[in-house]
C-alpha cells in the first residue's frame, strides 16, 4: 500500500495538471491546489485589462478560474501564489539578456528551475506538504540504495524532461509525476471518467507563454532598447569579408536562411555570432555542422557527473532527434563529442544527456 501524503499540487487550469490532482486525490492524498501568477508583458494589454488579471498563455483570467473550478469539485483547498517579480527576473529577463549577448536561451528550463520547481517547492514546504506534483510527461523510480531517477514520458510526443535537468536528488525526494507513463489519449480519457468537463476539450498552450507571437522577434523589439541593446553591425562570411549590415544580434540565431538580406548565389546561413565585434558571420550548411560543443552550469540528476567510458544519447533542443556522444570533463571544462557531426548546436540552448530513457543531466551550450 502507498504511503499517503500532503501534496501541493500547481494547477494550471489545463487538462495534465487537472488529472493529475483527481488522480492524487482518488488515491487519498491530502491534496492542495496551487495556482501561480507571474509576469506578463504590459505593452500588450489596456489599463483595465492588467487591473483585472495579468493575461499569459500560463497565467490568465480563465486559467485562474479553470484551476480554482476544478479544486472545487474535487473538494481539495486552492491557494494563488504571486511570482510576477521573480517570474521577470530570473526568467523573463535572462531570455533577454541571452539575445542581447548574441545567444538563443531557453526560459522554460529556467522557469522549471527556478519557479516550478523553485519558489513552488519552497511554498510547498511553508505549507506543510512533503510532497509536491505536476502534470509533467516524466516519471521516477527510487533505487535500492535510496536514489531517485527521472525518465522519459512514455508518450514520446509529450515528453518534458528536456526542461528538468537541474532537478536534484532532495527535490526527487519531494516530487510526483502522476502522468509520466500515460499517453495524453489515455489522461484526456481519464479527464472524462472524472467528469472535468471544463478541462476536457481544453487545447493546450503552444510556444513560449509570456508573448503571444510564435517568434520572439516582436518581443524583442518592445523589450529591447536600439542603441543601447542592440546596434547595427557587419554580417561577414568566414573569410572575414563584409557583405551587408544587421539590425541587431537579438534578431539572428544560429542556423537562420531567412531574414539575412543576401540574395543570389548559394543559400548562406547564420554560423556564429560574435557579440564583442557585434558582427554575424554566414557560411554553407556545412559550416554548420560541429562535432563537440562545451557546456556550462551543468548539473547532474546523481550529484555525480556521468562516466567517460559510456556512450550517451544527447539532445540539443526539445524534440530534436537524440544524438550518440560522449561526456568529458577537463579541468573546468565539460565537453560533449557528438559521434557525427550535428547541425546548428545553439549557444544558449540546453543540451540534455540520456542513458536509455533516463535523464542523467545537462547544461546550456555555449
Not at 523553485?118 to 505549507?127: D, P, R
Not at 535510496?146 to 515528453?159: A, E, H, M, P, V
Not at 550548411?285 to 557527473?305: C, M, Q, R, W, Y
Request: with cysteine; net charge positive.
Amino acid at each position: 500500500m502507498k504511503t499517503k501524503r500532503k501534496v501541493l499540487i500547481g494547477m494550471s487550469g489545463g487538462l495534465d495538471s487537472s488529472v493529475a490532482a483527481a488522480l492524487l486525490k482518488k488515491q487519498g492524498h491530502e491534496c492542495i491546489g496551487l495556482y501561480l501568477n507571474v509576469w506578463t508583458d504590459p505593452t500588450l494589454f489596456s489599463d483595465e485589462e492588467k487591473k483585472r488579471f495579468p493575461q499569459n498563455k500560463c497565467c490568465s483570467l480563465e486559467s485562474l478560474m479553470i484551476a480554482r473550478s476544478v479544486c472545487q469539485d474535487l473538494g481539495i483547498p486552492f491557494y494563488t501564489m504571486n511570482v510576477e517579480h521573480e517570474f521577470k527576473e530570473k526568467v523573463v529577463d535572462y531570455f533577454l539578456k541571452g539575445f542581447i549577448n548574441g545567444e538563443t536561451p531557453n526560459p522554460c528550463v529556467m522557469c522549471n528551475k527556478t519557479i516550478k520547481f523553485g519558489a513552488m517547492f519552497e511554498k510547498m514546504k511553508a505549507l506543510g506538504c512533503n510532497a509536491l506534483a505536476t502534470g509533467h510527461y516524466v516519471y521516477t523510480k527510487k533505487h535500492l540504495n535510496g536514489r531517485i531517477s527521472l525518465y522519459r514520458g512514455n508518450d514520446q510526443t509529450k515528453d518534458q524532461s528536456y526542461y528538468l535537468y537541474n532537478l536534484t536528488q532532495e527535490k526527487l525526494q519531494n516530487l510526483i509525476f502522476p502522468l509520466g507513463k500515460m499517453t495524453k489519449k489515455q489522461v484526456r480519457a481519464l479527464a472524462k471518467k472524472f467528469n472535468l468537463t471544463k478541462v476536457m476539450n481544453k487545447r493546450e498552450s503552444q510556444g513560449i507563454c509570456f508573448f503571444p507571437e510564435k517568434t520572439p522577434d516582436a518581443f524583442l523589439s518592445r523589450n529591447l532598447k536600439e542603441g543601447e541593446d542592440y546596434r547595427e553591425g557587419e554580417i561577414k562570411n568566414k573569410n572575414g569579408e563584409i557583405l551587408v549590415t544587421h539590425k541587431g544580434l537579438p534578431f539572428f540565431t544560429i542556423g537562420q536562411r531567412k531574414g539575412i538580406g543576401i540574395g543570389g548565389g548559394p543559400a548562406l546561413f547564420v554560423t556564429k555570432t560574435n557579440p564583442k565585434e557585434n558582427s554575424i558571420i554566414v557560411g554553407s550548411e556545412e559550416d554548420l555542422l560541429k562535432t563537440e560543443v562545451e557546456i556550462h552550469s551543468a548539473n547532474f540528476l546523481s550529484g555525480n557527473p556521468p562516466s567517460e567510458k559510456k556512450t550517451y544519447d544527447v539532445r540539443i533542443r526539445n524534440h530534436a532527434h537524440l544524438q550518440k556522444a560522449k561526456f568529458k570533463q577537463k579541468d573546468d571544462k565539460i565537453i560533449i563529442s557528438f559521434q557525427k557531426p550535428v547541425r546548428a548546436v545553439m549557444p544558449g540552448q540546453s543540451l540534455v544527456l540520456y542513458s536509455g530513457s533516463e535523464l542523467i543531466g545537462g547544461g546550456i551550450m555555449q
